[in-house]
């Protein structure tokens, strides 16, 4: 689960942060060399820093992570402009990293850099189907105007990885603005099937307390998982997950087994009916642009707060990111929104919502 999100209306760049009283000229620049944010991860991550130490690298990280808001608002601009072509109903949402993903990645990867990491800003176009996400990507790969660069791209559906991820991820380099050139910006696109399984993934993992995201955890879960993605992959006629039987009756009853051994269905639907507060608390909810969500699996609360302006989203946010940064059952996130059904069904796992995910496993299984 990522940080900052934007699921924003059809409004040039400009408009969008007007709106939230925030000037163009407000958008965080760099402040940092390269060789200073990456020496700033390595502090992070050392467990041996200074509390003094930490407290600057952590000034640096936000820096970082803030100037990629720029770049990222212009490409999901063209985005948003482009989906609504290709798809009735496409959600697009828009993201910067969150620090505990930014300190797993940097654990977890020896030798990764913070200054090299391509995700820091993330842009996410959910389709109805991978004939829409095939034609969004064909048009910016062939015949997008867009200035900045593609550098790469992971066919994630023609090449599902092991662990049954699948969609199609786009990085490119920002070109524009002098002050933000150079900075990485991926682009996620994926069908609403592969969305409700790789959220039901962060779903499960949260619950579990298992990096399953990582293909870190139960060997059960892992496998159940990668047998689902491929069960969708036949009904979306895509490529199954490697090593997942490739006969359609084979893979029916490990599936099953797999089911009824985690009890999946059952487990999933109970996550759904322990976040009554959700509904409670956004009762008040009057159509805010900006809401900071906490999400506490002790106690199975979700916390909304709602926010006129930008600046002091951000630093609630930050400092609240700060407090429960040594709690692994606690999650933060600062969401930007047209509308909270459009927020729900871009980041159902804050909301513990695996209905979409139930439907298909029970199809599959039927």
Same mark, same amino acid.
């Given at each position: 689960?990522?940080?900052?999100?934007?699921?924003?209306?059809?409004?040039? +760049?400009?408009?969008?942060?007007?709106?939230?009283?925030?000037?163009?000229?407000?958008? &965080?620049?760099?402040?940092?060399?390269? @060789?200073? +944010?990456?020496?700033?991860?390595?502090?992070?991550?050392?467990?041996?820093?200074?509390?003094?130490?930490?407290?600057?690298?952590?000034?640096?990280?936000?820096?970082?992570?803030?100037?990629?808001?720029?770049?990222?608002?212009?490409?999901?601009?063209?985005?948003?402009?482009?989906?609504?072509?290709?798809?009735?109903?496409?959600?697009?949402?828009?993201?910067?990293?969150?620090?505990?993903?930014?300190?797993?990645?940097?654990?977890?990867?020896?030798?990764?850099?913070?200054?090299?990491?391509?995700?820091?800003?993330?842009?996410?176009?959910?389709?109805?189907?991978?004939?829409?996400?095939?034609?969004?990507?064909?048009? $910016?790969?062939?015949?997008?105007?867009?200035?900045?660069?593609?550098?790469?791209?992971?066919?994630?559906?023609?090449?599902?990885?092991?662990?049954?991820?699948?969609? &199609?991820?786009?990085? $490119?380099?920002?070109?524009?603005?002098?002050?933000?050139?150079?900075?990485?910006?991926?682009?996620?696109?994926?069908?609403?099937?592969?969305?409700?399984?790789?959220?039901?993934?962060?779903?499960?993992?949260?619950?579990?307390?298992?990096?399953?995201?990582?293909?870190?955890?139960?060997?059960?879960?892992?496998?159940?998982?990668?047998?689902? @993605?491929?069960?969708?992959?036949?009904?979306?006629?895509?490529?199954?997950?490697?090593?997942?039987?490739?006969?359609?009756?084979?893979?029916?009853?490990?599936?099953?087994?797999?089911?009824?051994? !985690?009890?999946?269905?059952?487990?999933?639907?109970?996550?759904?009916?322990?976040?009554?507060?959700?509904?409670?608390?956004?009762?008040?909810?009057?159509?805010?642009?900006?809401?900071?969500?906490?999400?506490?699996?002790?106690?199975?609360?979700?916390?909304?707060?709602?926010?006129?302006?930008? +600046?002091?989203?951000?630093?609630?946010?930050?400092?609240?990111?700060?407090?429960?940064?040594?709690?692994?059952?606690?999650?933060?996130?600062?969401?930007?929104?047209?509308?909270?059904?459009?927020?729900?069904?871009? $980041?159902?796992?804050?909301? !513990?919502?695996?209905?979409?995910?139930?439907? @298909?496993?029970?199809?599959?299984?039927?």
């Amino acid at each position: 689960m990522d940080a900052l999100v934007a699921v924003c209306p059809d409004l040039g +760049v400009a408009n969008d942060y007007d709106e939230l009283g925030l000037h163009p000229m407000s958008w &965080v620049k760099p402040e940092y060399s390269r @060789s200073s +944010v990456d020496k700033a991860g390595r502090t992070y991550v050392d467990g041996q820093a200074s509390a003094e130490e930490r407290e600057m690298a952590l000034a640096i990280i936000n820096n970082w992570r803030s100037s990629h808001s720029y770049p990222l608002n212009a490409l999901q601009a063209v985005i948003r402009n482009k989906v609504a072509k290709v798809d009735a109903d496409p959600t697009v949402a828009q993201r910067i990293k969150r620090l505990p993903s930014i300190r797993h990645k940097l654990e977890r990867f020896e030798g990764m850099k913070l200054s090299r990491m391509q995700d820091i800003g993330g842009c996410r176009a959910v389709l109805s189907s991978v004939d829409a996400v095939e034609e969004l990507v064909s048009f $910016y790969k062939t015949k997008s105007r867009m200035k900045h660069q593609l550098i790469r791209e992971d066919p994630y559906i023609r090449a599902p990885k092991e662990t049954g991820y699948r969609g &199609v991820h786009l990085v $490119y380099r920002y070109e524009g603005q002098p002050d933000w050139d150079g900075l990485k910006i991926e682009i996620q696109v994926r069908s609403r099937l592969q969305h409700a399984w790789a959220t039901a993934v962060e779903t499960v993992g949260a619950f579990t307390q298992q990096a399953l995201k990582s293909s870190l955890g139960s060997d059960d879960w892992l496998r159940f998982f990668a047998l689902m @993605s491929s069960a969708l992959a036949l009904r979306e006629q895509t490529p199954l997950v490697p090593g997942t039987p490739e006969d359609a009756g084979a893979l029916t009853n490990e599936l099953r087994s797999a089911v009824k051994k !985690l009890k999946v269905i059952e487990r999933l639907k109970g996550y759904g009916t322990t976040l009554q507060y959700v509904e409670k608390t956004m009762e008040g909810v009057k159509g805010g642009h900006l809401f900071l969500l906490d999400l506490d699996l002790d106690t199975q609360e979700l916390t909304l707060w709602d926010f006129e302006n930008a +600046v002091q989203a951000v630093e609630q946010y930050e400092a609240l990111e700060r407090a429960i940064v040594d709690q692994s059952n606690r999650d933060a996130v600062l969401v930007q929104v047209e509308s909270i059904t459009a927020l729900q069904r871009a $980041y159902p796992n804050y909301f !513990l919502d695996t209905t979409a995910f139930v439907d @298909s496993v029970e199809a599959a299984i039927a």
